[in-house]
């Protein structure tokens, strides 16, 4: 598959870090719609989780060779 020989990732690689992702991204919708709702409930969780999700595509793009 060209994507992951693009990204230097086996298959299982590719589905860890996507999968990760995937779940941290759910969890922050989640906090930020918890949120909307009750602004006094989870006030920095989203921002903390898409900082992980920065930090985490950071990465990826230095492993592999994307800056």
């Known amino acids: 598959m060209k994507h992951l020989k693009e990204n230097n990732e086996s298959y299982l690689q590719h589905l860890q870090k996507a ?3 995937s779940g941290l991204m759910l ?3 989640a906090s930020a719609f918890v ?6 409930v989870a006030v920095n969780t ?3 989780i898409c900082s992980k999700v920065r930090d985490k595509l950071e990465h990826r793009r230095c ?3 994307k800056i």
């Open 19 to 21: 999968m990760s992702i």
């Open 27 to 29: 969890v922050g919708s």
């Open 35 to 40: 949120h909307s709702i009750a602004p006094f």
């Open 46 to 48: 989203t921002s903390k």
């Open 63 to 65: 492993v592999c060779g």
